[in-house]
Nanobody
Framework: QAQLLESGGGLVRSRASLNLSCRGS????????MGWFRQAPGREREFLAAISSTGTMTTYADSIEGRFTVSRDTGNNVVYLQMNDLKPEDTAVYYC??????????????????WGQGTQVTVSS
């Protein structure tokens, strides 16, 4: 059974850093592009970052570019989101997703077939 499990969230102060992990199981995720999204209360889901299956191509939302970095450990089916200089407006549930059957990045949530349960990130001022 395909599953994605996020971890690494928590409560931090403004300007802190967190490194989120997303571990995949049940499939060979090394052949899929992966993405990170977030959703804050009362707001729509927001694309953050995506990485190709080989890790050679990445794309970021303008709102977080320069502060967040996506990477992957293909051999271990893990994708990371390093988040630096966190701000209160980064407070949200963060999700990873797998773009089943595709090696290239995408920014639309509908392009991703598998989703994790999410990990809460709360940034206090």
């Amino acid at each position: 059974q395909a599953q994605l499990l996020e971890s690494g969230g928590g409560l931090v102060r403004s300007r802190a850093s967190l490194n989120l992990s997303c571990r995949g199981s049940g499939r060979t995720y090394s052949t899929y592009a992966m993405g990170w999204f977030r959703q804050a209360p009362g707001r729509e889901r927001e694309f953050l970052a995506a990485i190709s299956s080989t890790g050679t191509m990445t794309t970021y939302a303008d709102s977080i570019e320069g502060r967040f970095t996506v990477s992957r450990d293909t051999g271990n089916n893990v994708v990371y989101l390093q988040m630096n200089d966190l701000k209160p407006e980064d407070t949200a549930v963060y999700y990873c997703a797998a773009r089943l059957g595709s090696t290239v990045v995408a920014t639309e949530g509908d392009e991703y077939a598998y989703w994790g349960q999410g990990t809460q990130v709360t940034v206090s001022s």
